[in-house]
């Protein structure tokens, strides 16, 4: 699977687009899809899912506008519906926009297959109550949203968040994984499981 990230939206949440073959899947579009959608065409893609990490505004505002263009089902955690009724999910957070309402189907962890590939959906608290990673063990790659980030990790301090569960989603779910997996966060560089697990400030004096 091929991985190309899009920085999008007014905190230029990473959309990432994995690609497999004429299919291709979208992760976290956080703002105007319309570079996202040119790449799909220009390349030939079908886009088959739109999936959701976490329901932060930021995460969802290219939604509904690349489920319209695509006509691909958009995935996201159960969990985390209830952000849909406030300000950190529907916008208006800090004079941020409004996000526009998007038909959504519930993910839940487990084995899925999207583009061809297995899907592990990994149920990843601790950002938000709901977060889920999908780690894609075929193509070696995790996509975290706000979970953990290149050397730092997802804030806790909004409705919602809490440290602790977070740090335990890491431990239990992420530095479980190969070394070698790629993380695709929803904001700044990707890195690697291995990486993190030796050079994370969070993480250095923790026994695995």
């Known amino acids: 699977?091929?991985?190309?990230?899009?920085?999008?939206?007014?905190?230029?949440?990473n959309c990432h687009v994995g690609d497999n073959?004429?299919?291709?899947?979208?992760?976290?579009?956080?703002?105007?899809?319309?570079?996202v959608v040119e790449f799909l065409e220009s390349q030939g893609l079908e886009l088959s899912h739109?999936?959701?990490?976490?329901?932060?505004?930021d995460h969802i505002y290219g939604a509904a506008a690349l489920a319209k263009a695509t006509g691909a089902p958009v995935l996201a955690p159960a969990g985390d519906a209830y952000l849909l009724e406030s300000e950190l999910g529907r916008g208006g957070f800090m004079g941020f926009p409004l996000v526009d309402d998007f038909d959504w189907q519930p993910v839940t962890e487990g084995v899925y297959e999207f583009i061809g590939q297995p899907c592990h959906v990994l149920a990843t608290p601790g950002h938000t109550p709901g977060s889920v990673s999908y780690w894609f063990p075929d193509a070696g790659c995790v996509f975290a949203g706000d979970l953990i980030f290149y050397r730092s990790i997802g804030r806790t301090d909004f409705p919602g968040g809490d440290m602790q569960t977070l740090l335990?989603?890491?431990?239990?779910?992420?530095?479980?994984?190969?070394?070698?997996?790629?993380?695709?966060?929803?904001?700044?560089?990707?890195?690697?499981?291995?990486?993190?697990?030796?050079?994370?400030?969070?993480?250095?004096?923790?026994?695995?």
């Open 1 to 13: 699977m091929r991985v190309t990230t899009f920085a999008l939206g007014p905190l230029e949440t």
């Open 21 to 35: 073959g004429s299919q291709a899947l979208a992760v976290d579009p956080g703002g105007d899809p319309a570079e």
């Open 50 to 57: 739109i999936l959701i990490t976490h329901m932060h505004f």
């Open 168 to 208: 335990d989603s890491v431990r239990e779910k992420i530095f479980s994984l190969p070394e070698n997996t790629v993380i695709y966060a929803g904001h700044m560089l990707d890195t690697t499981v291995g990486a993190e697990k030796l050079h994370n400030p969070y993480f250095r004096n923790m026994h695995l």
